[in-house]
């Protein structure tokens, strides 16, 4: 696998902005995915960086660094329908497997 | 489109007790999978197809088959059912042919061996 690592807990106020770091890997990878998963529900598809650089799309973007093994969602202008697990997922190179992290549980609060 | 549809949502199973997830995408795409979910952890692969007739296994196989006859159907075989099979399956489809290989979930069957 890829060794995906993201902390498992944030918290942030509505309308704050926050930031889910994901180191993973180098070695085999191809490109870094983000999901969103509500509780109870299954992921959807956020985001997905192969070169270097920010992804802007809305209020998130997804940022890559290739030769630091490093990714980050940014949520900004928070929403209480943000409140979720957001979960990075790095592709292999071999066979594009994905290979998950545990999640980060965002909790929005008022 | 229906994307990607997951048949039970809910299953109790006795152990020892043999059951099959269904799962059938409509968006024609070539790769199919089956993840597991359990409580904070990061979905981990069962089994893979990269087509109709072609399987191959994942991190985690043991004590699942699964069959790939057709592009839009694969299910997902739980023989001799066991409590740490308890879990939310999830079935998901990507079409490699596209830039980047994003996966559709299904809704997830949640499974619960007693």
């Known amino acids: 696998g890829q060794n995906i690592d993201q902390p498992t807990e944030m918290t942030a106020t509505e309308g704050a902005i926050v930031q889910i770091n994901c180191t993973y890997q180098t070695s085999g990878f191809n490109g870094l995915f983000w999901y969103q998963q509500h509780a109870g529900e299954a992921p959807t598809f956020l985001s997905y960086n192969v070169l270097d650089g920010l992804e802007e799309k809305g ?7 290739r030769s630091k093994g ?3 969602l940014l949520l900004k202008e928070l ?3 943000d409140s979720a697990s957001y979960l990075c997922a790095g592709e292999r190179s071999n066979d594009y497997k994905l290979s998950f992290g545990a999640g980060t549980t965002v909790t929005v609060r008022a | 489109n229906a994307g990607v549809t997951q048949t039970p949502k809910f299953r109790i199973l006795k152990i020892g007790q043999s059951m099959t997830l269904q799962c059938t995408q409509d968006m024609n795409h070539n790769y199919m999978y089956w993840y597991r979910q359990d409580p904070g952890m990061g979905l981990k692969l069962i089994y893979y197809s990269v087509g109709a007739g072609i399987t191959d296994k994942g991190e985690v196989p043991n004590g699942y088959n699964v069959s790939r006859s057709t592009t839009e159907d694969f299910p997902l075989r739980l023989e001799l ?8 399956y999830f079935c998901a489809s990507s079409h490699r042919d596209r830039s980047y290989n994003e996966q559709f979930f299904g809704p997830g069957t949640r499974l619960t061996v007693l």
């Open chain 1, 59 to 65: 209020r998130f973007s997804s940022f890559l660094s």
């Open chain 1, 70 to 72: 490093y990714s980050y």
């Open chain 1, 79 to 81: 929403q209480m329908k």
């Open chain 2, 81 to 88: 059912a066991a409590p740490s099979q308890t879990s939310v």
